[in-house]
Structures are given as structure tokens and as C-alpha cells.
């Protein structure tokens, strides 16, 4: 099964939440374990045993795992594995993004069924242009996998590359932005294809406004829910139209509720029904 259909098999088994394992230092604090390998390895399996085949989407942020090191890496390859085929479909945040050869081992790292750190699907940025990103789509595809491709993020900073216009051939501004661009291509990518295609955008819950078309026949990835102040009603407000694609993702919000697995689980379905039920 393609990406797009296992995520909305997922999607209709669990609900739309995504949810982060974030091992922040001040996580590890709160949860009483040490700043080091082993709060984090613990960290990482009780998230596991919390979400694995209870929600849809888990998302492993792969920098705190990679500021302990090799071995800080080694706990994040187990906790990938750890959740793979389990009903839950892992979104490894690693927001890679580069060209040529390179582009194609970061593909071939994250996203080849038989490598070590394989997941159901990565972030990826395109800000070295959306053709580099074309090693990333050619290696899901054989392996259906999935790409998420920031779009409109939510962090102050996003809007002066985001919202910029795009050059028109003569150098000049098209009218289209950045992101418009993104989504536009994207949705060229996922023509076509049922139940949705494989190919999604980054739309973070907290942007205010959603200006653009959204309608990309894809999945949507929709951080800042919970602690970053997105809210339900928002990604209702922004996403009406595309409401069925929306993958909505926390992180402290849910996490906070640690270090008891049961109330990990509490927490992470009284997410899914405030976005379902509501």
C-alpha cells in the first residue's frame, strides 16, 4: 500500500493525531530521569509502549536523540524499529534538505525500506529549491513511503522566505509565493492518486491565516497543537475545505502527561476526540 492509503487506513482506525517524542531536557526533568543516554532510552520506550498501535502517526524528533551522539542515534534506530508495523506509522522530523548525491543519501538513509533508520515517512525542506527535493519522491515512491515538505510553518521567522513572491521567467514577480509554489507542485505530484497521494506539506495550526490553496490531494502535517497554542478550532478555521487530510501533531501537550503509560494513552485520545468530536 501506498503511503497516502496506509495513512488514511490509520487515519479512519485511530484518528488524526500525531503524536511527537520529543525528549527535551526539560521533559526528561519532568518525567525524573537523567539528561543523558539512559533517561533518553527510557524516555523513548515508554513512549513507545504509550503509542505504538493506539494512535495513527508517532513523530521521533531526530535532534534530541542526535545530541547524545552514536548512541543517542543508536536509541533513536531502536525506537524506530520499535514502532514500525505496529499500526502506527512513524513521521521521522529530520527536516533534511540538499542537492544532488547528497539529497540521494539522505533519501536512501531514511526512506529505502532496508535501511537501518527506515520510516513510513520524513520532513523534508525545500528551500534549496523544490527540484532538489526530486531524490526524496523517487525513493518513497519505490518503496511507498511518504515526504512531507514544509510549507507554511509557524514559527515567526517563516513568513520572509514563505511569503516572498516567486521570480516569473523574466525575472520579475509571478504573484505566486514560496509556499503557493510548494503547494502547487506537491499537488502536481499527488494528481491522481486515491485515497490521497503520498506527498504532503508542513502547515503549522498557529500561522493565522491560510491564504493558499491547501487542497494539495495529500496529508497535511499540522504541528502546533497543545502547548504551542494551536487549538481544534483553529485547524477547523484553517483547514474546513481539507479537513479529512489533516494530520495534526503535539508533542508537550501530550507528553507532559509522563511518565505513566496509561496516562500517556488518556492523554493522546482526549487529543483525538477534541479534533474528532468537535
Request: proline share 6%; with cysteine.
Amino acid at each position: 500500500m501506498s503511503f497516502g492509503s496506509r495513512a488514511r487506513v490509520a487515519m479512519q482506525a485511530y484518528g488524526p493525531a500525531c503524536v511527537g517524542i520529543d525528549p527535551h531536557p526539560s521533559l526528561l526533568e519532568q518525567w525524573g530521569l537523567p539528561d543523558s543516554v539512559e533517561g533518553l532510552d527510557h524516555f523513548a520506550s515508554t513512549c513507545v509502549e504509550a503509542f505504538a498501535g493506539r494512535v495513527a502517526f508517532v513523530k521521533p524528533q531526530s535532534a534530541f536523540f542526535e545530541r547524545f551522539g552514536a548512541r543517542g542515534v543508536v536509541v533513536l534506530e531502536r525506537t524506530i524499529e520499535d514502532l514500525r508495523h505496529t499500526g502506527s506509522l512513524v513521521v521521522l522530523d529530520v527536516k533534511r534538505g540538499d542537492i544532488g548525491s547528497t539529497a540521494q543519501a539522505y533519501a536512501d538513509a531514511y526512506l529505502d525500506d532496508d535501511a537501518p533508520m527506515a520510516a513510513d515517512a520524513i520532513t523534508v525542506s525545500p528551500y534549496l529549491g523544490f527540484g532538489s527535493l526530486a531524490p526524496f519522491f523517487e525513493v518513497a515512491e519505490k518503496n511507498d513511503a511518504g515526504v512531507f515538505v514544509l510549507a507554511l510553518t509557524s514559527n515567526p521567522e517563516g513568513p520572509e522566505v514563505q511569503h516572498a513572491l516567486r521570480p516569473d521567467t523574466a525575472g520579475g514577480a509571478s504573484g505566486e509565493t514560496v509556499a503557493g509554489g510548494i503547494l502547487r507542485q506537491l499537488a502536481e505530484l499527488n494528481a491522481g492518486a486515491t485515497p490521497m497521494g503520498a506527498y504532503g506539506a508542513v502547515v503549522g495550526a498557529t500561522i493565522g491565516e491560510a491564504d493558499e490553496d491547501l487542497a494539495i490531494n495529500g496529508p497535511l502535517l499540522v504541528p502546533g497543537l497543545g502547548a504551542q497554542g494551536g487549538t481544534p478550532d483553529d485547524i477547523r478555521r484553517l483547514f474546513g475545505g481539507v479537513l479529512d487530510n489533516v494530520i495534526a501533531s503535539t508533542s508537550r501537550g501530550v507528553l507532559a502527561a509522563g511518565p505513566d503509560v496509561q496516562a500517556l494513552r488518556d492523554s493522546a485520545a482526549r487529543v483525538n476526540a477534541d479534533l474528532v468530536g468537535s
